[in-house]
């Protein structure tokens, strides 16, 4: 079956075919590295971390690349209250970020591009624009007329109108010609960071940085682009207009995915509300197997609530597979298996249906010890999950406990054995007895 998705420029599934051969060009906003990541962009990321395995998985030959928003008022301002250098709490969060990506078990990225490495490109980028007529100064930077790029709206479905009406105060500047329209080149503030040019000092706006990043790397187009809903509009409407401006080719980006939010107990995850919750500390409390199990368990389109109900809910799933294989004796063929998970995934990567057949695969390995664990390995590292078993070693007097209770059972001292099966019960340890002897 060939591999449909969802793009949101067309708004429907359709086949999905790459620009040239097998290669794919994809590219994921992200983070502002102004504080710690938290689960919202665990769940993005991790998203994104599973479409580009399977991608690979498939054949194609990907490169992955995401951007670094390494200058932005965000960073400014928590330099400002910190007392601190703005590169110093850029430094400072991406180091994190890279801490939080790797204890996420997120591999598939091939480069990571900070903003500030591309500031000549960004220059080009203003420059074309301003040449072509797409942009304007004013006394506090250059800005983008989205009134003069007649496809404006295209991603969203809005007009320009219907664009304006959503444009907070913060971005109404007097002498704007429309007020959707929006800064490329900030002009220099004092006390601000900025660059030499001969547009004058100044620093990025936020549209321009990404564009200029996938112009570099990819050229003016390229196949697939990433990010979360909240992205649509004005970010991604925003860079369609300025690259295909600058270019004067269409699609910028063949196919447009986005994810859905993720919410903690229903609500909008917020400092305010006490429900704003990091990466470092859901790691704390849970396995990066849990957690990505949980996260791909909801389709990426859709919105995620993060509840502890669900976290329990993705860790019973993961001990009942690993605890399966436990089971899985006879050899048998595992093609069928994995048919069925590449066409769940080949449906606009389909991961709740995969967690489904995993489940299933679990009872059926239960029900007739057929040893389907090579599917469920394999399945497992396409979805950042590792369903091996892991035997931790007991200490050794807990061992001493379960070699007497054996030697207590060949003695047929039934009531002393069953004591020491409860007292081992109560410290967490299961034990199963079978013709080979006694698992724990
Ligand atoms: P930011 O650092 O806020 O610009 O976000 C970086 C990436 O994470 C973007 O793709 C966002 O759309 C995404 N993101 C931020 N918050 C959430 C959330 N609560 N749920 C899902 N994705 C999110």
Redesign the pocket.
């Known amino acids: 079956m060939v591999l449909n998705v969802y793009n949101t420029l067309r708004r429907k599934k359709m086949a999905f075919i790459p620009r040239k051969d097998n290669r794919i060009q994809l590219f ?7 504080d710690y ?5 665990a ?3 991790v998203a994104f971390d599973v479409i580009a395995r399977y991608l690979r998985y498939k054949g194609y030959d990907v490169f992955y690349l995401q951007n670094i ?1 390494d200058i932005d008022d965000k960073i400014i301002n928590r330099a400002r209250e910190a007392g601190v250098s703005w590169e110093e709490i850029a430094d400072r969060y991406t180091k994190a970020y890279f801490e939080d990506v790797q204890a996420l078990r997120i591999t598939s990225v091939n480069k990571y591009a900070p903003a500030t490495q591309y500031i000549d490109a960004i220059l080009r980028q203003v420059r074309t624009l301003l040449e072509k007529g797409y942009a304007y100064e004013l006394d506090d930077g250059i800005y983008y007329d989205v009134s003069r790029f007649k496809n404006y709206g295209k991603l969203s479905g809005r007009t320009v109108e219907e664009a304006e009406d959503t444009v907070s105060r913060i971005d109404e500047v007097i002498g704007k010609r429309n007020k959707a329209d929006f800064c490329l080149w900030k002009l220099l503030k004092p006390g601000e960071p900025y660059w030499e040019s001969e547009l004058g000092k100044g620093r990025p706006g936020w549209h321009i940085e990404d564009t200029a990043i996938t112009e570099t790397e990819f050229g003016p187009q390229y196949d697939l682009h ?6 649509i509009f004005p970010h991604h409407e925003a860079e369609i207009a300025q690259m295909e401006a600058a270019s004067g080719r269409e699609p910028m980006v063949k196919y447009w995915l986005h ?5 903690v107990g229903g609500r ?2 917020s400092k305010s509300l006490g429900n704003f919750i990091t990466i470092r500390d859901a790691l704390k409390k849970w396995d990066v197997d849990t957690l990505r199990l949980m996260l791909v368990s909801t389709h990426y389109r859709s ?2 609530n993060y509840t502890e109900a669900a976290m329990e809910q993705a860790k019973n799933s993961l001990n009942y597979i690993r605890g399966a294989t436990r089971a899985a004796k006879k050899k048998v063929d595992v093609k069928k298996w994995i048919e069925k998970f590449v066409d769940a995934m080949d449906d606009d990567f389909n991961t709740p249906k995969v967690v489904a057949l995993l489940l299933e695969m679990g009872k059926r390995i239960n029900k007739t010890e057929e040893d389907l664990s090579p599917a469920i390995y394999e399945i497992g590292e396409v979805l950042g999950i590792d369903f091996r078993l892991k035997e931790r070693p007991l200490p050794a007097e807990l061992m001493t406990l379960i070699k007497k209770r054996e030697e207590l059972r060949k003695q047929k001292r039934w009531a002393e054995a069953d004591r020491i099966r409860e007292e081992l019960k109560k410290r967490g340890i299961l034990l199963r007895d079978t013709p080979e002897g006694t698992e724990w």
């Open positions: 994921v906003c992200g983070p502002t590295v102004y990541s938290h689960i919202g962009h769940r993005t990321y928003t990433g990010g979360a809903q909240d992205l994810t859905g939010f993720l919410k909008k995850m919105p995620i």
